[in-house]
């Protein structure tokens, strides 16, 4: 069995809003290896989206702990948090958030210019990244003009650019079709196949069965945590393509 990557013991999380307390997380105890690929799904308030904003360092928890590959994350706050977050976790949005004004090459470059990497490293580790995503040609092209699957592309290579241990996908195919969702999908499968552990919130059953685990949420608990067989994302954006010839 691999290392445990992520362990969080009794994780809650509550807010206090206009007079009235939101119990948003209640005592979550997880555990995921390096190299799985997770699916975390529930209705709206269900807790999954305040999850993984703590599993990002987005947000700190009320009480209880998180551990990121052996180091307690619950406690740091400011510089500390912001620094796991640029150098250990790499974000994959539902809305790409990409700087319209920049290129792709550019948009990917940024972590690497928080973490003060010289320019031509920068610009090295960025066509990497890129080219492994399958956009080497696109690097000079500005986000408005891509399509949306490879916008979600350049965001997955951004996600990428610093090697982080691991990559939280907020709904990454909820602004795509279906036919765009697998090739995204195909992707990230890939990126898990290679050692990457990707963690996805998702709503879409369809695409937490592209999974190898799916923990479902409800009312701030877990309700259930299965090991499932994978769909092949590729197989299927294969046969979409075919039927739509």
């Given at each position: 069995m691999t290392e445990q990557l992520i362990v969080t013991r009794s994780l809650a999380k509550d807010y206090h809003l206009?007079?009235?307390?939101v119990h948003a997380l209640r005592g979550v105890s997880i555990e995921i290896h390096a190299g799985e690929f997770v699916a975390v799904m529930g209705p709206s308030?269900?807790?999954?989206?305040?999850?993984?904003?703590?599993?990002?360092?987005?947000d700190s928890p009320t009480s209880g702990e998180?551990?990121?590959?052996?180091?307690?994350?619950?406690?740091?706050?400011?510089?500390?948090?912001?620094?796991i977050r640029n150098r250990r976790i790499?974000?994959?949005?539902?809305?790409?958030?990409?700087?319209?004004?920049?290129?792709?090459?550019?948009?990917?470059?940024?972590?690497l210019l928080y973490s003060h990497v010289p320019a031509p490293a920068r610009r090295n580790q960025a066509l990497a990244r890129l080219a492994e995503v399958g956009l080497a040609e696109r690097?000079?092209?500005?986000?408005?003009?891509?399509?949306?699957?490879?916008q979600q592309r350049v965001a997955i290579a951004r996600a990428l650019v610093n090697n982080p241990v691991l990559i939280l996908a907020d709904e990454p195919t909820g602004a795509l079709?279906?036919?765009t969702s697998c090739e995204v999908m195909a992707l990230l499968q890939q990126l898990n196949r290679n050692g990457m552990?990707?963690?996805?919130v998702t709503h879409e059953h369809d695409i937490a069965a592209?999974?190898?685990?799916?923990?479902?949420f409800r009312d701030g608990h877990v309700v259930d945590d299965q090991r499932v067989v994978p769909n092949d994302a590729q197989a299927m954006r294969a046969r979409l393509e075919k039927e739509a010839a």
């Open positions: 206009e007079g009235y307390e308030g269900s807790g999954k989206s305040t999850f993984m904003n703590l599993l990002g360092c987005l998180y551990f990121l590959g052996g180091q307690r994350i619950s406690g740091l706050t400011g510089d500390a948090l912001a620094a790499g974000f994959v949005f539902q809305n790409f958030n990409l700087l319209p004004r920049t290129t792709a090459l550019e948009n990917i470059e940024l972590p690097a000079r092209h500005h986000p408005a003009q891509l399509s949306g699957g490879q079709d279906t036919c552990t990707v963690v996805l592209f999974a190898g685990r799916i923990i479902s």
